[in-house]
């Protein structure tokens, strides 16, 4: 790849947008759109404008009352900032722990977190005839075994020693549950997988990052939006759903939802 070519720029209207040693790409936009990379082995490239997928629905999405059954900043900021989505965040108390884990593939496991987390707040708007929910869950996954969040510094070391060099998934299970009418709700879900490479880490490397307090309590011990990223060789999917919410099929998933008039 020539080095030489332009990594990212900001830009509005109809512009002409270098990928790599592509051919350029001509994409049209009401809003700004954002190009950057995430990885410095292949050129990455995210579109962020606001409610580009979704916009011909905006005034049907208003509409809705929309309740994220989470309270994760990083799945607030993604809802808000990349899909302009209005909602209320509500916790919902489940407790991961009941979730058979070793009786569940990770594919399943991320769905059925998802369904509880989702279900445990609906019943806080059961008769709300506007009513979507939205549970989700992030799982690091390394050769089928689920990757959790670290329980101490050591284990926060020992996790990335063991993602050192080798790729990893970062699933993401999704649920919805909308309303057909007062008290009547239908239920779709989903997964996303995202496959993340990285680098081969020297132990001092490690031991740094760990130190800084960023990892703690992040899926896989690392966090991609932060120092985590220098971390990172290259990505193959979603970024957004590294972050913890598949930006892009949430939105292709509504959308269809929307054509279908089941929302």
């Excluded at 629905?57 to 809705?64: C, D, G």
């Excluded at 965040?89 to 977190?113: F, K």
């Excluded at 329980?151 to 909308?178: F, M």
């Excluded at 989903?190 to 309590?217: D, Q, W």
Aim: hydrophobic share 40%; aromatic share 8%.
């Amino acid at each position: 790849m020539n080095s030489s070519l332009p990594k990212y720029f900001l830009s509005t209207g109809k512009k002409q947008i270098l990928l790599g040693e592509s051919l350029p790409l001509m994409i049209d936009m009401m809003e700004t759109v954002l190009v950057c990379p995430y990885s410095p082995k292949c050129l990455f490239v995210w579109i962020v404008f606001r409610l580009d997928m979704l916009a011909p629905y905006s005034s049907y999405l208003r509409k809705l009352h929309v309740v994220l059954a989470s309270t994760s900043c990083r799945r607030k900021e993604i809802l808000q900032d990349q899909l302009g989505m209005q909602f209320d965040a509500v916790s919902s108390n489940y407790d991961e722990s009941l979730c058979p884990i070793n009786r569940l593939s990770p594919y399943e496991y991320v769905i059925e977190n998802a369904t509880q987390k989702a279900a445990a707040v609906v019943k806080k708007f059961e008769t709300d005839p506007s009513l979507l929910i939205i549970g989700a869950d992030t799982v690091v996954v390394l050769n089928d075994e689920i990757i959790g969040k670290p329980k101490s510094p050591a284990h926060n070391i020992e996790i990335l020693t063991k993602l050192s060099g080798k790729r990893h998934d970062v699933l993401t299970g999704v649920c919805l549950i909308y309303a057909v009418g007062e008290s009547t709700h239908r239920m779709k879900s989903f997964c996303e997988r995202t496959k993340v490479y990285m680098g081969n880490l020297p132990r001092a490397v490690i031991e740094a990052y760990v130190s800084s307090g960023e990892p703690e309590s992040k899926a896989g011990g690392y966090a991609i939006q932060g120092q985590g990223s220098t971390l990172i060789e290259s990505i193959d999917g979603d970024y957004f759903n590294v972050v913890g919410f598949p930006a892009y099929r949430f939105a292709k998933e509504i959308r269809e939802l929307l054509q279908a008039n089941a929302l």
